[in-house]
Structure formats: structure tokens, C-alpha cells
């Protein structure tokens, strides 16, 4: 009787969870609740003026000219297009989380009366301007109090605003310290007052002008170009009189040149303090701070700016390969028919292609550890010069030596010895061995 209780009890539960489903599936979706914009209608491209006036009381107005964005007032200059951009963005998405009081007796509880910051904004076509009125944080921290100043009400937006409404002069302006367009630059020059380099761009390689000619490592020299064409300023100095021996720029501790065409910029870095070093560039008037790591990034030794690779060419595009130890010579050429390579010997014979490929990627992936200034003894009698012709015309000519545990290298056009592992020569000559 129980166990029949009990069975009734659970179809009349189940009747019941079904019927709920049912009525439930056959309710009209609840409706989403959709967030008040501040500003209804504004797109962000069609802002073309705005003023803030930052909670340190410092006011800034930018203006749209063309595509670009400049700074009017309280100076002149570029605008940072990333900053301007993030504010335009914001204000034409801002919602109103709630509103809290619809007629307040006092604002000041709000942090509106002043306000703490204020940002206002023209739309293209419009005479008058729209203001955001921005007060403190709630006691949470996740909003702050603001207003429209046309009506009464108090509402919330969200907290992150802060960082990207609050902005000054300093925070909006270009802060790029070279202005220089960076996919022109075809020249380079560092020195730091004991050591001064050169660099010349021609096509996708650098080489190293003064104070040697020799290839330089081109991920080397684009970095140090990439560094100098993005770095920003840390601040600028509110000194107008630019007084360059006050700031240790009558006699600089180091000058950085960057050339795009027949236009050159130049850094130079004056005396360190408070962990940034003041600065200025030759095109512009003023003085500024930047951060003293760019010195160490960019001014290096002959040795860190020299290309490693002791040769240019790859196997994938070798075509001709001569080796000269002692009084053997082996010559190897590629022969192309069909789509299909071969290589073969002086004599006609065929190489063993695969072992030609061995000894081509081993003699390519040879790189220097460091370089001397001059030329090793050794090399004046070497194991083993090496002539690669590649991409079909271009040749290039590097000897070998090994004295005791080291090996050296050094190519024919280029001044210098370049200290090798001594393990990878090893395995370039044994595989020289391999196609004979």
C-alpha cells in the first residue's frame, strides 16, 4: 500500500513538471532590457571637435583636419590619433548603467559640483557641442556619477571611463619622438660620442658604411630602425627657454639618424635623471624625456651589427659550388631538365644529389660566434675556400681555417676574422668528403 502511495505521488510530480514545461515553452521570450545611451545617435566618425578638461584642471582641445587629428589648444601640434580616437569611440558607445537621483538637492555629494572632468564634443554639421559631466567614483568602484549638463538627472557609467576620458595636454598630443615615415628609412647612423656607426639600405639588405664595409644583420638594424621610428616620449619639460646645456644636450652622450630619401631626423640624448634621460629632436623646438633603455637598444659593437650567416646564398637557390683544400678541387654544378635538378661533377658524372643538399646546409648554416678586426694567421694558409654562386650570377668566396680548437672564417670581400664553432666547420668538411 505504501510502495502504491508512493508511485501515485510521483506521477502526480511528474504531471505537473510536464505541464510546466509546456507552459513554459509556449511563453513569449522575456524581453532583453537594452542600456540608455548618453548620447543617442552620435557615431564616433562624426565627432570632429573635443575639449576635455582633465581632473588636474588641464584643458585640451583637438580637432579633426581631414583624416588626421591635431592639437589646437593650449599648443599646437599632432595629435595621438590612437588616444583622440579612444575617447570618440567611447563617448558614442556610452551606456547609462542607472540613473540614481532624476532631481538632485546637491550635486557635490556626487562629485559634480564642479564636476572632476568634463568632455565635450561637436558633431560635423552642428553648431553647439554636447558635455559629459563626470563626478567621483561609487562607493563600490565599478561606476561613476555623471550628468548631462541640459538635464538634472544623475546616472551611473561605467568606471573604466576614467582612464579614457581623463586625459591632459601631454596624453593626447604625438608622442612619437623621430617624425620620419618609417617604411622610407633607408639610412642609419648611432654614435655615443667613443663609437660611431653607418648604415646604408639598398633593396631588403643592410650594410654596415663606416666605420668598416661589411654586411649587417638585418633583423639587427630593423629592430634598432623600428625602435627609433615607434618610440614615445616620457614627458616633455615645462622649460621654454630650451636651454641645451641645462639639460646635458650641448654635449651629447649619444646621436641617433635616421634618412628616408633625402630627409634625416636626429635624436640626441642628453644627461640622465630620475631614470629618464632628456631628449629632442632636430626637427622640432622642443625638449623631452625618454626612456634610458634606448641607448643600450640601439648603440651596440661593430660585432653585434655584423651579419653572422658567413654565407648569403641557401641551398634551395645554389647553383654552382667550387672547394678548394690544399691541392684538391671539387666542383659541383646544377643542371635543371624536365623541372627536375641534378648536380653534377667536373668530370660530367652525377652527384649524389642528396649529399650535395647535406653539404649545402651545412656550409650555409655556418655563422659566425664574434669577430676580430683582424685577420687570423691561419687564414693566410687555409683548410678550405669555399666559392657558392647562387640566384644564378651572384658569387660569393669564403676560406676556413682551424688553429688548434678554434675555427675561423672569413669572407673575401669583407675585413675581419669571424670565430666559428668549431664542430659545425667539422661536419662541413666531412660532408665535403661525402660528395667526392
Do not use: C
Not at 510502495?3 to 504531471?15: C, D, F, N, Y
Not at 507552459?23 to 576635455?52: C, R
Not at 654635449?251 to 632628456?278: D, H
Not at 649524389?352 to 678586426?373: M, N, P
Amino acid at each position: 500500500m505504501r510502495g502504491l502511495r508512493s508511485t501515485l505521488i510521483l506521477l502526480v510530480v511528474l504531471a505537473g513538471l510536464v505541464g510546466y514545461i509546456y507552459y513554459d515553452s509556449k511563453k513569449p521570450p522575456a524581453s532583453t532590457d537594452t542600456k540608455e545611451k548618453a548620447f543617442s545617435g552620435v557615431t564616433a566618425d562624426a565627432i570632429e571637435e573635443l575639449q576635455i578638461k582633465a581632473a588636474d584642471g588641464d584643458v585640451s582641445r583637438v580637432e579633426k583636419s581631414g583624416d588626421q587629428w591635431k592639437l589646437v589648444d593650449p599648443v599646437k601640434a599632432d595629435a595621438d590619433s590612437n588616444e583622440v580616437s579612444s575617447v570618440t569611440t567611447s563617448l558614442a558607445s556610452l551606456d547609462i548603467n542607472r540613473v540614481v537621483d532624476e532631481n538632485p538637492s546637491s550635486l557635490k555629494e556626487y562629485g559634480l559640483d564642479p564636476p572632476r572632468l568634463e568632455v565635450s564634443f561637436r558633431i560635423k554639421g552642428q553648431k553647439d557641442s554636447k558635455k559629459l559631466l563626470v563626478g567621483e567614483r561609487t562607493p563600490t568602484g565599478n561606476d561613476m556619477y555623471a550628468r548631462l549638463p541640459d538635464k538634472k538627472r544623475v546616472f551611473l557609467i561605467n568606471s573604466f571611463n576614467d582612464s579614457t576620458f581623463n586625459k591632459n595636454t601631454f596624453a593626447l598630443r604625438e608622442k612619437k619622438i623621430l617624425k620620419i615615415d618609417r617604411e622610407k628609412v633607408d639610412g642609419l647612423e648611432v654614435s655615443d660620442g667613443s663609437n660611431s656607426f653607418q648604415f646604408s639600405k639598398s633593396g631588403m639588405d643592410w650594410k654596415i658604411v663606416k666605420p668598416i664595409m661589411a654586411r649587417a644583420e638585418f633583423g639587427q638594424i630593423e629592430g634598432i630602425v623600428e625602435r627609433l621610428a615607434t618610440a614615445q616620449m616620457q614627458s616633455l619639460t615645462a622649460d621654454s627657454s630650451n636651454d641645451l646645456k641645462k639639460y646635458g644636450l650641448d654635449k651629447p652622450t649619444a646621436t641617433m639618424t635616421l634618412s628616408a630619401g633625402g630627409m634625416k631626423t636626429t635624436l640626441t640624448l642628453g644627461r640622465t635623471e630620475n631614470a629618464v634621460v632628456f631628449a629632442r629632436d632636430s626637427t622640432r623646438p622642443m625638449i623631452f624625456t625618454v626612456a634610458p633603455t634606448i641607448k643600450t637598444d640601439v648603440i651596440k659593437t661593430l660585432s653585434d651589427y655584423r651579419r653572422k650567416d658567413m654565407f648569403d646564398g641557401r641551398s634551395f637557390n645554389a647553383n654552382k659550388l667550387e672547394i678548394h683544400r690544399g691541392s684538391e678541387t671539387v666542383t659541383l654544378e646544377k643542371m635543371t631538365k624536365d623541372n627536375k635538378d641534378t648536380w653534377k661533377k667536373a668530370d660530367g658524372k652525377d652527384a649524389d644529389t642528396s649529399k650535395v643538399d647535406d653539404l649545402l646546409g651545412k656550409l650555409t648554416a655556418l655563422r659566425a660566434q664574434s669577430f676580430d678586426s683582424g685577420t687570423n694567421a691561419a687564414l693566410k694558409s687555409p683548410a678550405m675556400t669555399v666559392t657558392l654562386t647562387y640566384d644564378k650570377t651572384k658569387m660569393e668566396t669564403v676560406s676556413f681555417a682551424k688553429a688548434g680548437n678554434d675555427a675561423f672564417g672569413a669572407r673575401s670581400e669583407e675585413p675581419g676574422t669571424a670565430k666559428l664553432e668549431t664542430t659545425a666547420l667539422d661536419d662541413a668538411m666531412k660532408a665535403v668528403d661525402g660528395v667526392k
